[in-house]
């Protein structure tokens, strides 16, 4: 009789039937599925050579493309794209935070002042080179009916817009009183797009197109010419994207006219399909910026031989013909010259295929751009600003802390002419600090955040009529700054004697736009979204959506709308 197998048989038989499976499980992913020649696990990637690229946002449809087919043919490189803004890029490369293998911010202005504080502060030479992507104008995006007034599709100049921004009266002075007064938009100068604006509105008012001087800075006819056109801005933010989709969405009486890249007029015209009307892009005739998106490799100490030539072969093949051609195809004209020009640079998407590049504003080097900024700084609109902060018991623990960082950090970036008074609410509303500037209370209004904590029910209503009412009335007396409400709160009311309907009834109905507008965080999952988007929305202000780990970030977005 034959005996029972004994346990070592079974030990051999449960590794044959192991060993099987995994080798059936590898089988399985390796191959490609071949219906649909896709690859579901492509096992080279696991050791494949990371390479962290940290490019601007207007290129991202054709980065992200390109990078999926680079892949395809170059198995042992894995590029993770970061798609952001330039000058968030910029601080965060000083600061440690991000260390890229590659960057291509939207212009050299970026490169310049990235290899000076090198330079300067670390000693270090931060890369070698850098090469042209594809070229972006920058251009001014209007509706068709408005551009017609000034004359298109006739060339339209820089000063053209300004003699109507500038004036009070608007478009009335042009015949056309059922616009309103000209709105003007652009992103705030942390922004590629927005920076660039301000030194095209310098190169306009100094009439040429290379040269600025920091004398140039200094002249009454330049910080006049900029200080009217800034004073026409509707508004800021960290997005030309974000200020498209307003723009849209509010029409034409919110904004006459934005700064945008071409390609963005090429895409928001397919997009929506030229309602309410047609964006046309108007090349001004003094001239413009035409971004050209330099991609440059980083020789920071994380930097390797082996990452460096992956690198170039990327940056190689970002440059070839048929990556250019597919460029151009997505609304980006490519460095290549050879390449014909066609849809979609027509007049079905507000853009024309041949313009004359000879009038391009050039970047100016980085001890003008650093005065620059801090020219805008001078004589842009300040801000006057009460934030209302929530400290009901909700609000206990981390949820208070984050809220203070993050309220700090919005603080430290307001200006030394912005005005800020800070209202905390329960149950019990309390002024933490009275109106003031940030040059004479801004430490002390500093201080007394940190001291702040959680307790106690949510007075919401009572809190935001109670301010937004005063925030009218200070308008009303000085009309020449931005009146802002930002209010924070995790949670719905639970203590207010004023009720909801007669808080909401109390604002505009969102087609006035001159009016204090309320930016609203709401504050983990049990904010009350509704009510402060509705709040938001009726003073044209914008609702974020916040944590404790993001509300730092969040302020930061926020603070570049004032």
């Known amino acids: 009789m034959t005996g029972k197998p004994k346990p070592a048989f079974w030990i051999v038989v449960a590794l044959v039937v192991i060993g099987l499976t995994s080798f059936s499980l590898y089988r399985a992913k390796a191959i490609k599925k071949s219906d649909t020649g896709v690859t579901i696990n492509d096992v080279s990637n696991s050791s494949a050579l990371g390479i962290s690229f940290y490019t601007s946002s207007a290129k991202k449809t054709w980065i992200d493309e390109m990078i999926k087919e680079f892949h395809a043919s170059n198995k042992n490189i894995k590029i993770k794209a970061f798609h952001g803004n330039s000058g968030d890029n910029l601080d965060d490369l000083k600061a440690g935070k991000i260390k890229p293998d590659i960057w291509s911010p939207g212009d050299e202005s970026w490169l310049q002042l990235a290899l000076s504080y090198y330079r300067d502060v670390k000693q270090k030479v931060l890369f070698e080179e850098y090469k042209p992507l594809v070229n972006i104008p920058l251009i001014i995006a209007m509706w068709e009916p408005m551009a017609k007034v000034l004359g298109y599709p006739k060339p339209i100049s820089w000063k053209d817009i300004y003699n109507v921004a500038s004036k009070e009266e608007g478009w009335t002075a042009l015949g ?323 009720r909801r309907d007669d808080f909401v009834d109390m604002l505009p109905r969102g087609e006035d736009y001159n009016v204090p507008k309320i930016y609203s965080i709401a504050y983990g999952s049990e904010a009350d979204k509704d009510l402060l988007a509705e709040i938001s929305n009726k003073t044209n202000g914008r609702l974020f959506i916040s944590s404790p780990e993001e509300i730092v970030k969040t302020y930061k977005e926020l603070s570049a709308n004032f």
């Open 176 to 498: 056309h009183s059922e616009w309103g007064k000209f709105r003007w938009g652009h992103a705030h100068p942390d922004a590629n797009s927005g920076f660039l604006t301000i030194i095209s509105e310098i190169y306009a008012a100094l009439n040429k197109t290379e040269g600025i001087t920091t004398d140039d800075l200094k002249k009454p006819e330049v910080i006049s010419f900029l200080h009217d056109f800034e004073s026409a801005v509707e508004h800021y933010g960290l997005s030309n994207t974000w200020i498209d989709d307003i723009m849209h969405i509010k029409g034409p009486s919110y904004l006459s006219a934005t700064v945008q890249y071409e390609n963005t007029i090429i895409e928001t015209n397919a997009k929506h399909k030229n309602k309410p009307f047609k964006l046309v892009a108007i090349y001004p005739t003094e001239g413009n910026i035409w971004t050209r998106h330099p991609i440059a490799i980083l020789d920071g100490e994380w930097m390797t031989p082996e990452k460096k030539e992956a690198c170039k072969k990327f940056i190689d093949f970002l440059l070839s013909k048929d990556a250019q051609t597919k460029a151009m195809k997505m609304g980006l004209r490519p460095i290549i010259k050879d390449i014909v020009i066609e849809s979609p640079f027509d007049e079905e998407h507000g853009v024309i295929d041949k313009v004359n590049s000879d009038k391009a504003f050039t970047v100016p080097d980085e001890s003008v751009l650093k005065r620059i900024r801090d020219l805008w700084e001078d004589v842009k609109v300040p801000a006057t600003v009460i934030l209302v902060i929530d400290i009901s018991g909700s609000m206990k623990g981390e949820p208070i802390d984050s809220a203070k960082q993050g309220a700090v950090q919005f603080i430290k970036a307001m200006k030394p002419r912005d005005e800020l008074k800070v209202v905390v609410f329960n149950n019990i509303i309390t002024t933490l600090s009275d109106m003031c500037s940030i040059q004479q209370c801004g430490e002390g209004v500093i201080s007394r955040i940190q001291g702040i904590f959680a307790d106690r029910g949510t007075a919401l209503y009572d809190a935001m009529a109670k301010c937004y009412v005063e925030l009218s009335k200070l308008k009303k007396d000085n009309p020449k700054r931005r009146y802002n409400l930002l209010i924070l709160s995790d949670g719905k009311d639970t203590a207010s004697s004023t």
